[in-house]
């Protein structure tokens, strides 16, 4: 069966010398994406890929060759997925990637090969900013000279030697590049699907009657609306309405939250919540929330599509604009009602080290991991209620 496996890989993405295997190269390209962010700098990604069909052993050897010849030491190429190869730039504009890429199209198409490409840009935002405003660290004046930008050569002439104006147009119009996001997204596993919609339906079964009772007693303690419903920010930074039970008073002022919020993330201060000594709480409001029981319409998202049962928790618009790139990383992959962070001290943890731990789960979730992650959250939530219980009595 491996064997078979084995082969089919191997047909469907050939092994070329100088092309990494799909795993290595996104290893490669979330380091070199890690380094930019560490340094200031940005990096382009261009996408060669088929139009139609797959990227046969004969037309990957021909680009393999091509990129030999024309990229840098420090450039690497390998397979993003089955269709498509990945070059990763560093320190190289839009503009100049997209220089270098219709060179390459053009020299492919010499040998009867037709293949389109995509640029990819991380942080995106740089795309907002001109050529001249991009600095190229690795020129000594940090400008760059027009002829060769950090260190690709851009003499924009055509096969013949004639001077190719269309290229030059495309470069100048191309200052719009996707985000790397994109391509840096893992594909949702189905196995997941399967156990969220498993355990959605388990949740269901055996927690119907205790939502039933939370219904009745949300409306003797206070009256008004039951659910509370919010919007969040999920999988690749889309907004959906999120659905908890109502623990908060009605018109609870939604400003203390957000200053207590600003300030963990400025201070480095432990991921403590407001619970303590919040008057906007409902009567058993603390344990209510201490329990996770007011998540439990979240089985709902799940169901949705909008979360999974295990992953980071979706923040707020509010929170999520104060994010800097590499915090974003944490939603490439779907939200979750527990996840990583829950079950490693959670409210003992800092701002940072929940990003770090959310991002770490991304990159290597799996069926094997969910499951533990879902067999920690009990004693995780157990350790939550007796912790809100000891601090009620303290108070």
């Not at 290595?24 to 060669?48: D, P, S, W």
Request: aromatic fraction near 8%.
């Amino acid at each position: 069966m491996n064997r078979i496996i084995n082969a089919v890989r191997s047909t469907l993405r050939p092994e070329v010398v100088g092309i990494l295997s799909e795993e290595l190269f996104k290893g490669i390209l979330r380091q070199q994406r890690a380094v930019a962010e560490r340094n200031g700098h940005y990096i382009t990604v261009l996408a060669f890929y088929a139009t139609e069909g797959f990227l046969g052993a004969r037309i990957a050897q021909k680009l393999g060759q091509i990129l030999a010849e024309r990229l840098r030491a420090t450039d690497v190429v390998g397979w993003l997925d089955r269709r498509t190869i990945g070059v990763v730039l560093p320190h190289t504009s839009v503009k100049d990637a997209t220089l270098v890429a219709e060179h390459i199209c053009r020299k492919l198409s010499a040998h009867g090969i037709k293949l389109d490409y995509k640029c990819y840009l991380y942080p995106h935002d740089e795309c907002e900013k001109t050529s001249s405003q991009r600095k190229h660290p690795l020129t000594p004046n940090g400008k760059g000279s027009p002829s060769s930008r950090a260190g690709h050569e851009l003499s924009h002439t055509s096969d013949n030697g004639s001077s190719s104006s269309e290229t030059q147009k495309r470069a100048e119009s191309s200052v719009g590049a996707s985000p790397l996001m994109d391509i840096c997204l893992s594909r949702f596993p189905f196995w997941k699907r399967g156990l969220d919609i498993a355990l959605c339906l388990f949740g269901l079964t055996v927690f119907g009657p205790v939502m039933l009772l939370i219904v009745i007693g949300i409306k003797i303690v206070d009256p008004g609306p039951v659910l509370f419903r919010q919007e969040r920010i999920g999988f690749r930074g889309k907004r959906f309405m999120l659905f908890k039970f109502r623990s908060m008073k009605l018109n609870s002022d939604t400003g203390v939250h957000q200053q207590h919020l600003a300030q963990l993330m400025r201070s480095g201060a432990s991921m403590t919540k407001l619970d303590k000594a919040d008057s906007r709480l409902i009567p058993f409001g603390r344990i209510f929330r201490a329990s996770g029981l007011d998540e439990l319409p979240q089985l709902f998202n799940i169901i949705r599509g909008d979360m999974s049962f295990v992953g980071p928790r979706p923040c707020v618009p509010y929170e999520y604009e104060q994010f800097s790139p590499w915090h974003k990383q944490r939603c490439e992959t779907y939200p979750g009602l527990t996840g990583l962070w829950q079950v490693s001290g959670k409210n003992k943890t800092t701002f940072t080290e929940m990003m770090r731990l959310d991002i770490k789960y991304g990159h290597r979730k799996s069926l094997r991991e969910d499951i533990r992650i879902l067999v920690q959250t009990i004693p995780a939530v157990m350790g939550q209620i007796r912790e809100s219980s000891s601090t009620k009595g303290n108070a």
